[in-house]
């Protein structure tokens, strides 16, 4: 009798555990799916870099209001995209605009740090022709 009882505490606990793990799976591909919301930024892209001890991730620094004797404010950015990353990385320094997506409460830290994803980005200054 007792090892049927210990058997069905085993059964709740791995249910439950099979449950929280679905309900993870299921949020995180929600909000990686959904967007809150969508825009433009334009500044000088002050930094962006790859980091992460185990998951690695495109994180960008893009300095807003930039005018002589004024301390700009800076917007933290990811991105997911591979291809918009490598451009990313030729383009520091540089006046750009960046067009984002705002992804809320995603669960982990793994698909980025920030809730910023850049998806596409044009460089501003008359010098580049490139996209």
Not at 64 to 84: C, N
Request: charged residues 20%; contains cysteine.
């Amino acid at each position: 009798m007792a090892s049927t009882v210990a058997g069905k505490i085993r059964n709740v606990f791995l249910t439950l555990i099979a449950l929280v793990l679905i309900g993870l799976s299921l949020w995180t591909w929600f909000s990686l799916s959904w967007a809150y919301s969508e825009g433009e930024r334009a500044g000088v892209l002050q930094k962006f870099s790859k980091k992460g001890w185990v998951c690695k991730t495109y994180e960008g620094e893009l300095a807003l209001y930039v005018v002589g004797g004024v301390a700009p404010q800076i917007w933290y950015f990811s991105t997911r995209d591979e291809a918009v990353a490598q451009k990313l990385f030729s383009a520091v320094g540089r006046q750009v605009q960046l067009h984002y997506s705002e992804h809320r409460a995603v669960p982990i830290s793994c698909f980025a740090e920030t809730p910023y994803f850049a998806t596409d980005f044009k460089v501003l200054d008359p010098q580049s022709t490139a996209r």
